[in-house]
């Protein structure tokens, strides 16, 4: 057993949002109790003590879009490569670095991206993965990562024609492969869903095949009109909107993600809303690739459920909870905008995605929820109380200020120290990838 206290706790619980001196008692994966410290304490004398040290105690964050094959990106040189637009960074950067991935690779880019997540304080993410250069099995090399690390992970394989056939069935397979060990798993750690690049990569013929061989129950993780060249494909080859197509091929439904929807209009608005489809934001993202600004404000007023995610831009959660905040006001010329929608995005929105597909509540500290805590070193230089403390967040912590993790009833970080890591010896390895990688695109 486990009593993290000495802490102000915000818990994401409408019941009981905020105590202040408050602690969580945690036994095996699951949240025991909530509460005051000094009973707590008296409750539960022997267990192991985590102390907060007077900082705030908080649900772990969730990212509902992760790249986890970009990770190897960072400082990353190709020849040659000077994009003038989105379709030019998919070719030249992205889709460059994906087929040149290896086992290894992939492997060390699993491991970089756990580890800053870890730091981070994420316990819980949904990648979005692409290695065309070693498909079989790549989502078993990343839940190797996963599981060394502690990290809640559902995982998917984008599907796409951009590499011709072969390669197209051979990533449906690992979809489909995956998704059933991942239905037979029975840790609450791993789960799959069905990966999408986006509808300009996509046949009508290709989008038969995947459903055909999609598992009952499961749902799709695509990119939608993250560009403006997607829709534009969509009206020119299909004769209609992505969101139609989407809805014409049976893809949307309460299981399935759509990241991005940039370029949508109000009757694919509601259609998202009418199907229950889950929405999720990248801002740093799309404003890094000069993509625009979605609707995201529009949506969340629509009732869609919407999340944040990072798109492997960052594992900082914070950081785009910062971004969506600035990005929206200045593009809505509004300084009122984006104060509620953006905290309800990241802490109510992804717990939500992620209890459609994970078992266990996550994101919330009550009795019978996962067992995912982060303790964070920031004390308040003003009072905080329940109806501000997300602007505490927001001006006052980033991921950094994360010092102890503990995920599904792990302590995965103390005092900012892995504890089942060498941090050392895995970067290196990380290291070492990343220069081959390197060398294999430049030669």
């Known amino acids: 057993m486990i009593l993290v206290g000495n802490g102000n706790v915000i818990t994401r619980d409408e019941k009981n949002p905020y105590i202040e001196g408050g602690a969580v008692a945690l036994e095996g994966n699951k949240i025991l109790a909530v509460g005051a410290e000094k009973t707590l304490r008296q409750q539960y004398p022997d267990a192991a003590y985590v102390n907060a040290r007077g900082g705030v105690i908080m649900p772990g964050f969730i990212n509902t879009h992760e790249h986890i094959?970009?990770?190897?990106?960072?400082?990353?040189?190709?020849?040659?490569?000077?994009?003038?637009g989105f379709l030019e960074i998919l070719d030249g950067m992205w889709w460059n670095i994906d087929r040149h991935l290896d086992e290894q690779g992939i492997y060390a880019s699993a491991?970089?991206?756990?580890?800053?997540?870890?730091?981070?304080?994420?316990t819980t993410i949904f990648d979005h993965h692409a290695s065309y250069g070693s498909i079989r099995d790549s989502l078993f090399t990343i839940e190797?990562?996963?599981?060394?690390?502690?990290?809640?992970?559902?995982?998917?394989?984008?599907?796409?024609?951009?590499?011709?056939?072969?390669?197209?069935r051979e990533a449906v397979l690992e979809n489909e492969e995956f998704i059933n060990h991942a239905l037979a798993d029975e840790t609450g750690m791993i789960a799959g869903m069905f990966g999408l690049h986006a509808s300009f990569t996509l046949s009508d013929e290709t989008l038969s095949h995947c459903r055909e061989h999609t598992p009952k129950g499961v749902g799709y993780h695509i990119h939608v009109a993250?560009?403006?060249?997607?829709?534009?494909?969509?009206?020119?080859?299909?004769?209609?909107?992505?969101?139609?197509?989407?809805?014409?091929?049976?893809?949307?439904?309460?299981?399935?993600?759509c990241a991005h929807c940039i370029y949508v209009n109000d009757h694919e608005m509601e259609l998202l809303k009418e199907t229950d489809t889950m929405v999720v934001h990248n801002p740093e993202s799309n404003m890094g690739n000069a993509c625009g600004c979605p609707p995201t404000m529009e949506m969340v007023h629509k009732g869609i459920l919407t999340g944040l995610g990072t798109d492997g831009y960052t594992h900082d959660m914070t950081e785009s909870y910062k971004v969506a905040n600035i990005l929206h006001k200045h593009h809505l010329c509004d300084p009122g905008a984006a104060w509620a929608e953006v905290p309800e995005m990241l802490f109510t929105g992804n717990a939500k995605i992620a209890g459609r597909v994970f078992n266990t509540?996550?994101?919330v500290?009550?009795?019978?929820?996962?067992?995912?805590?982060?303790?964070?070193?920031?004390?308040?230089?003003?009072?905080?109380r329940a109806d501000n403390l997300n602007s505490h967040i927001l001006f006052g912590m980033s991921g950094r200020s994360v010092i102890t993790t503990i995920a599904n009833g792990q302590v995965l970080m103390r005092d900012r120290v892995l504890q089942n890591l060498?941090?050392?010896?895995?970067?290196?390895?990380?290291?070492?990838?990343?220069?081959?990688?390197?060398?294999?695109?430049n030669s």
Request: aromatic fraction near 4%.
């Open 69 to 84: 094959y970009s990770a190897l990106a960072r400082g990353l040189s190709i020849k040659g490569y000077a994009p003038n």
């Open 111 to 122: 491991m970089a991206t756990y580890i800053e997540c870890i730091k981070c304080g994420v």
């Open 144 to 168: 190797k990562a996963a599981k060394k690390c502690g990290i809640r992970s559902c995982l998917c394989y984008e599907v796409s024609d951009r590499d011709g056939g072969a390669k197209m």
């Open 226 to 257: 993250e560009g403006i060249e997607d829709l534009h494909d969509c009206l020119h080859k299909h004769g209609k909107r992505i969101i139609d197509r989407l809805m014409d091929q049976e893809i949307l439904g309460d299981k399935t993600l």
């Open 361 to 363: 509540p996550v994101g």
């Open 365 to 384: 500290l009550r009795e019978g929820a996962a067992a995912d805590v982060i303790v964070t070193d920031y004390i308040p230089p003003t009072p905080m």
């Open 422 to 441: 060498d941090e050392e010896a895995e970067l290196a390895h990380v290291r070492e990838a990343g220069e081959a990688l390197s060398k294999k695109i």
